[in-house]
């Protein structure tokens, strides 16, 4: 899906190399929110989401490794 986001935002206009870097990194960021807000509700949401947080955490290391050029972890 990130491919196919990219190819059609590129389609309309061009992405700088800085800007391009940045938004990979900024994948990483929303991931992060993303599991602080599903651990803050696992009381109300159930145990399930334990198992989602972990699955996240892997996409970011391999986010991380694949697509940005300066690692950050």
Same mark, same amino acid.
């Given at each position: 899906? @990130?491919?196919?986001?990219?190819?059609?935002? =590129? &389609?309309?206009?061009?992405?700088?190399?800085?800007?391009?870097?940045? *938004?990979?990194?900024?994948?990483?960021?929303?991931?992060? @929110?993303?599991?602080?807000?599903?651990?803050? =509700? &696992?009381?109300?949401?159930?145990?399930?989401?334990?198992?989602?947080? *972990?699955?996240?955490?892997?996409?970011?290391?391999?986010?991380?490794?694949?697509?940005?050029?300066?690692?950050?972890?």
């Amino acid at each position: 899906m @990130w491919d196919a986001f990219v190819d059609g935002y =590129r &389609a309309v206009r061009p992405i700088t190399p800085d800007d391009f870097e940045a *938004a990979h990194r900024f994948v990483i960021v929303r991931h992060i @929110w993303l599991m602080g807000e599903y651990a803050s =509700r &696992a009381q109300e949401w159930g145990s399930e989401t334990v198992g989602w947080i *972990a699955r996240e955490a892997n996409f970011l290391r391999q986010w991380e490794t694949e697509r940005c050029v300066e690692r950050l972890f």
